[in-house]
């Protein structure tokens, strides 16, 4: 099993760009996670998804999408990006309540 | 909502001394608390988890305890080793829904 995969690994966009960031899951979990983390800092919730059809948002939903495209994949978009979303974005899923969330790798993305 | 207050920010300990990190949480329902572990440019991964209905937990050199009276979960790491040097997560459910609300964080450094 893979786990939770992110593509792409790093990307540069400039201001105003749009990107859309992947992240897939075999495990048949329920929910999945969006998350940003800024250099030296927590983990922030950025938007959820309890399970496939329902989205929500978290701490930090501001200039981001989410679509749960089914229940393997839930994607983040940016519709036009600033260099506040400088950041390190992780998906995580988990088998629902009180169970525990497994993270990506991680994408690393930089805003000019 | 849930809030997480995580202490200390850095903790510095000799190769074989213990560590121990604080957490406390203000949601009295929340009844799951893991503790995440991330090395520098990795995803975070869970080391230990404890449920409300005990009291601690024990894997190892690591251990979590529970106070619910409280509001408050400690991180204890025995015969601390270079390779434990990380920052640590602690985190809590939010109570009825499927979040989990982060601490800030400790950067652990063990010196040999």
């Not at chain 1, 390190?88 to 790798?105: D, K, L, M, W």
């Not at chain 2, 920010?9 to 995440?36: H, R």
């Not at chain 2, 990795?42 to 449920?51: C, T």
Request: a neutral charge; charged letters at 20%.
């Amino acid at each position: 099993n893979a786990g939770v995969t992110q593509t792409p690994k790093f990307q540069v966009l400039k201001t105003g760009q749009s990107m859309t960031l992947q992240c897939a899951q075999d495990m048949n979990h329920n929910s999945m996670y969006w998350y940003r983390q800024d250099p030296g800092m927590g983990l922030r919730l950025i938007y959820y998804s309890a399970s496939e059809g329902t989205t929500d948002k978290g701490e930090v939903p501001n200039g981001y999408n989410v679509s749960r495209l089914n229940k393997r994949e839930f994607s983040l978009r940016l519709e036009s990006a600033a260099p506040s979303q400088t950041s390190v974005y992780f998906c995580a899923s988990s088998g629902g309540f009180q169970e525990t969330q497994y993270f990506g790798p991680g994408t690393r993305l930089l805003v000019l | 909502g849930e809030n997480v207050e995580q202490h200390p920010s850095t903790l510095s300990v000799q190769e074989g001394d213990s560590a121990v990190i604080k957490c406390t949480y203000s949601d009295s329902a929340s009844n799951y608390f893991p503790w995440y572990k991330q090395e520098l440019g990795k995803r975070p991964q869970l080391i230990i988890d404890i449920r409300s209905n005990v009291g601690e937990k024990k894997d190892q050199r690591i251990a979590v305890t529970l106070n619910k009276t409280a509001k408050h979960f400690s991180l204890h790491i025995t015969e601390t080793q270079p390779e434990d040097s990380a920052v640590y997560f602690c985190a809590a459910e939010d109570s009825g829904t499927y979040k989990y609300i982060f601490g800030t964080g400790t950067r652990l450094k063990v010196l040999a």
